[in-house]
């Protein structure tokens, strides 16, 4: 029974050992890059902010594209609603189409004083006029075939059938190839380039704003955390002393020397003790499942952190410019991207002024092809061309968005020279708040000697019974007091050399 109990025993010791795991400063920021989400939401918006601009730098490329549409149609297309006759005639020597009557030809006399002419093409009557021959009408009456080619009666026609102007267009298939190169949009595309590298700077110093607000939010759980577990230590070094001296009141209290009054007066500061122990454990748990939560460890899992035993260390912040600081600072570098998107829409808005111009062309197939008549196959042809385009008039709206845009430029500078101005009023802020820590930290610490000292002499005069128990309790509390303000003070000094630091853009 004994073995299993010391095996169960050593079980349940290296399960809390393995559990109990150590980490420092750099190592709970180590964990927080790899496991906080919003980071990876960040770094994750950089890739897109890279995929952008990439497809911005292609607005430079030709862009070319592959179609083909297909459409039923119920009916045929005819040309002609019926069959139509045309007249044979031929040509005379100036190129006209006419009834074919020359000087070589030869008329025929009729009875009734007119003529014929056997090569004409026309079937009607002539009679000479001034030498010439003008034909008759069905009427007999001189006409100019000119003027009136109505009533000329052809003698032979040629005919041209409806069925023969019928097209099948039942089924018709497109497709072809097309390209368009930009060659000038008013400086529109290297704009929008400028715009989309100064998006992914931007996305890329979000990266580093997140990272520095994380590693903030761990340095402040971190320090709260050895902070915390010194209190702890502190509560329970300030009950034990207390209990003790109740231990001994009860005992002076049994022997006549105490009164009643006395004991319950320490059992009384006993209770308060035990509540502030209580409390200061409670915030201990909470601060050590907030700092879990930032690292990314479940929250229940106990760590250990390897700066519980708090010292005073400081690396101090090294001397840094101004203009340093202003180059360092996330807000300084987006806000002058900001600046910089605004400059080139301000550009954006001019080019709107311009003409643009490009460059396109193609292949196109149809079926039905009409290149060589209707033909029931595919063929095509080849197509290039520019294409301009020059506004004119636009009633004062692109002036208008424009005027817009460069009030927007302004903002961005007026902006970007305020936040400038911020920085170097907090960095003075942070740096006079160092050094009213650092004497905070001189005096605490020469206070906790006095208190020890104080604490010291009033446990001797109460054990010589010189002092009364009320005394000796106000040098315990005092002592208390005196040690948490210097835990506070030294916590103080680190996280305003924290927020120095981040103030000068030098948190990494």
């Known amino acids: 029974m004994k073995k299993i109990l010391l095996i169960t025993f050593c079980i349940c010791t290296a399960s809390y050992m393995q559990a109990q795991k150590q980490l420092d400063l750099e190592e709970c920021r180590q964990l927080a890059l790899e496991n906080n989400k919003s980071l990876k939401i960040a770094e994750e918006n950089v890739r897109a902010a890279q995929s952008l601009s990439k497809a911005a730098f292609a607005q430079f490329l030709p862009n070319i594209s592959v179609y083909g549409s297909y459409r039923y149609n119920q009916k045929n297309i005819s040309l002609l609603g019926e069959d139509i006759h045309l007249p044979i005639g031929v040509l005379d020597a100036s190129g006209n189409f006419g009834p074919g009557i020359g000087p070589s030809s030869r008329p025929t006399p009729n009875a009734d004083g007119t003529f014929t002419f056997d090569d004409s093409a026309i079937n009607n009557k002539f009679i000479m006029v001034d030498g010439k021959p003008v034909p008759l009408d069905a009427q007999g009456n001189p006409f100019d075939p000119g003027k009136n080619p109505e009533n000329l009666q052809w003698k032979n026609h040629a005919l041209l059938p409806k069925d023969a102007m019928e097209f099948d267009m039942h089924n018709i298939f497109v497709g072809g190839i097309s390209f368009a190169q930009p060659i000038f949009m008013g400086g529109k595309i290297v704009q929008l380039n400028k715009i989309a590298k100064s998006n992914q700077t931007i996305a890329e110093v979000r990266v580093q704003e997140k990272t520095e607000e994380l590693l903030v939010n761990v340095d402040e759980a971190y320090w709260r955390v050895v902070s915390l577990e010194s209190k702890v230590q502190l509560a329970k070094e300030y009950r034990n002393l207390v209990s003790e001296l109740d231990k001994n009141m009860r005992a002076l209290q049994e022997e006549g020397l105490a009164t009643k009054a006395d004991a319950l007066k320490i059992k009384v500061k006993l209770n308060e003790a035990d509540v502030s122990l209580t409390k200061a454990e409670n915030g201990l748990n909470l601060s050590r499942m907030a700092l879990n939560q930032l690292c990314g460890l479940p929250l229940e899992e106990q ?38 998107i605004a400059e080139a829409n301000s550009k954006i808005m001019v080019s709107r002024f311009m003409p643009t111009v490009a460059l396109t062309g193609g292949y196109i197939t149809t079926n039905p092809s009409a290149f060589n008549g209707i033909e029931k196959k595919f063929n095509g042809m080849f197509t290039v061309g520019v294409t301009a385009v020059v506004p004119l008039f636009h009633f004062g709206e692109k002036a208008h968005t424009l005027n817009a845009a460069r009030t927007q430029a302004v903002i961005a500078k007026l902006e970007l020279e305020e936040a400038k101005e911020k920085i170097e009023l907090q960095i003075h802020q942070n740096s006079y708040r160092i050094t009213e820590s650092l004497k905070k930290q001189e005096m605490t610490r020469k206070n906790v000697e006095n208190a020890k000292e104080n604490l010291s002499y009033a446990q001797e005069g109460f054990d010589a019974g010189v002092i009364t128990s009320t005394d000796l309790l106000m040098a315990q509390t005092a002592w208390l007091s005196a040690e948490s303000e210097y835990l506070d003070a030294t916590v103080d000094v680190k996280l305003n050399n924290l927020y120095l630091r981040k103030s000068t853009g030098n948190l990494y």
């Open 303 to 340: 760590i250990e952190l390897k700066d519980a035993n708090l010292k005073e260390s400081l690396d101090l912040q090294p001397a840094i410019s101004i203009e340093q600081a202003w180059a360092n600072r996330p807000e300084i570098k987006m806000l002058t991207q900001a600046g910089n």
